[in-house]
C-alpha cells in the first residue's frame, strides 16, 4: 500500500482536538471524527497540517459552512448532511508516531469549497477569532508542566 501524503481537500480520521477539551486539561481527542486538511506547509523534518472538524450539525455559537450534498460520497461522508467547523484548527506534525495524530484518509473534497473554506478561516484569523490548537506545543507544555512538577519535588 502505497504511503499516505496528505494534502489540503483531503478528509480524514482523526482525532481531532477541540479547543474546550484542551482547556480541560485533555493533550488529544476524545473522539476520532472526519476533518478537513486545509493546509499543509512542507518543513525539512515532515509538514504541518492544519485540519478542521466535520460534524453533522453546526456546532452551536461556532461558524461552519454545510458541505453539499453531492460532494459527500467523494468526500467519504455519510449522506445525513455534514458542516465544516471554520472557527478553530488542529495543528499537527506529519507523519507522525503519536498514536492520536494518525490520519485515516476518507476522501477528497473539490478544491473551489475547500477554497471557501480557507477563506473563511482566513476571515475569523484577520478577526482575531480564529482558535488554534497547536498539538505538538500542547505536548511540549505538559512535558515542561511535568518537569517543573519533578523539580520542584511535587
Not at 483531503?10 to 488529544?28: K, Q
Not at 453533522?56 to 459552512?65: A, C, D, F, G, V
Request: proline letters at 6%.
Amino acid at each position: 500500500m502505497p504511503e499516505f501524503r496528505p494534502k489540503a481537500g483531503d478528509v480524514v480520521g482523526f482525532s481531532y482536538l477541540w479547543s474546550w477539551e484542551a482547556a480541560a486539561g485533555h493533550d488529544r481527542g476524545l473522539k476520532r471524527r472526519p476533518c478537513l486538511i486545509v493546509q499543509t506547509k512542507c518543513e525539512p523534518d515532515g509538514a504541518r497540517l492544519r485540519l478542521v472538524p466535520i460534524s453533522h450539525r453546526p456546532i452551536t455559537k461556532m461558524l461552519s459552512m454545510e458541505i453539499p450534498k453531492g460532494y459527500l460520497g467523494d468526500a467519504g461522508l455519510d449522506g445525513l448532511g455534514c458542516y465544516v467547523i471554520t472557527a478553530e484548527v488542529n495543528v499537527v506534525r506529519w507523519p507522525s508516531t503519536a498514536r492520536d495524530v494518525q490520519l485515516l484518509p476518507k476522501g477528497r473534497l473539490p478544491s473551489g469549497f475547500v477554497g471557501s473554506v480557507q477563506q473563511a478561516l482566513l476571515h475569523q484569523d484577520a478577526l482575531n477569532r480564529l482558535i488554534e490548537v497547536d498539538r505538538e506545543r500542547l505536548a511540549r507544555d505538559i512535558v515542561e508542566s511535568y518537569r517543573e512538577r519533578e523539580r520542584d519535588g511535587r
